[in-house]
């Protein structure tokens, strides 16, 4: 009867510690990737301006003078003091209202379609200008099982997935690295797609490439399942642990 009891008492424990466990197949990127691998990807970043995005636009020209009107600054007229541009939201129409030109439709742009678009519209008014494009308010969102969830601003025109986690200083041990969610928002639908880290062939997700305003979810693992109860689980291990133990101390006393 003891043995029966220290070993149900041993077993149950054991079985609880082991379904709290991450194997490495869990936790471990690009596992298929093999050395010295070379990866041919046509995937590429391909951000489209969307409504309520921040843009600073400058226009610059050899002839400083020329391109003042397609300027705008506020700051002090002291000299010692650099003037700020102004910067351009666009509005819920998809515009913004430029000087001189009015009113110009930016939505659902690239980058390089909109600096070509602005360069035809200044044709009858400048020779050669040039058109620096920098959208100011590019943030992502990690939330889940990161180590520093929140939202981070990305400077440049591209971040990866990859870049994105690092900034949130990597996924937990218990994150899901196989079913990572992107929720993506164009124009008031959002689009859901998953996207694998543990397969080489990530790299050629449509999500691999992060855009503006992109929320990244990391769910929990089977692990982090298992140790949100293992408080209580671990309780009651230990409860019935210490009755059967307890049992059997007492039968051998008896005896």
């Known amino acids: ?41 046509n995937n590429f970043s391909d951000n489209r301006y969307k409504v309520d995005d921040v843009l600073s636009i400058h226009i610059s ?41 009015g009113k110009i439709k930016l939505e659902g742009l690239t980058s390089t379609e909109v600096k070509n678009k602005l360069k035809i519209a200044l044709i009858d008014y400048l020779k050669d200008p040039i058109v620096n494009i920098r959208l100011k308010n590019f943030t992502v969102t990690i939330l889940g099982e990161v180590n520093r969830p929140g939202t981070y601003p990305v400077n440049g025109e591209q971040i990866t997935i990859l870049e994105a986690i690092g900034l949130a200083n990597d996924l937990t041990i218990k994150g899901m690295r196989e079913n990572i969610m992107v929720i993506r928002d164009f124009n008031g639908t959002k689009v859901y797609t998953r996207i694998d880290l543990t397969k080489k062939d990530a790299l050629n997700s449509p999500v691999y490439y992060l855009t503006q305003n992109d929320v990244v979810y990391i769910e929990p693992n089977n692990s982090a399942i298992t140790s949100s109860s293992l408080d209580n689980r671990a309780t009651i291990a230990l409860s019935i642990a210490s009755i059967l133990i307890t049992s059997t101390v007492l039968i051998i006393t008896r005896n």
């Open 1 to 41: 009867m003891k043995n029966i009891s220290l070993k149900l008492a041993v077993t149950f424990t054991i079985i609880i510690l082991l379904n709290s466990c991450a194997s490495k197949k869990d936790v471990v990127y690009f596992q298929n990737a093999l050395d010295y691998e070379t990866i041919v990807t």
């Open 61 to 101: 020209t050899l002839d400083p003078q020329a391109s003042l009107p397609f300027n705008l600054y506020r700051g002090s007229n002291n000299t010692t003091i650099s003037p700020e541009q102004v910067d351009y939201i666009i509005d819920r129409e998809g515009n913004i209202d430029f000087p001189v030109l």
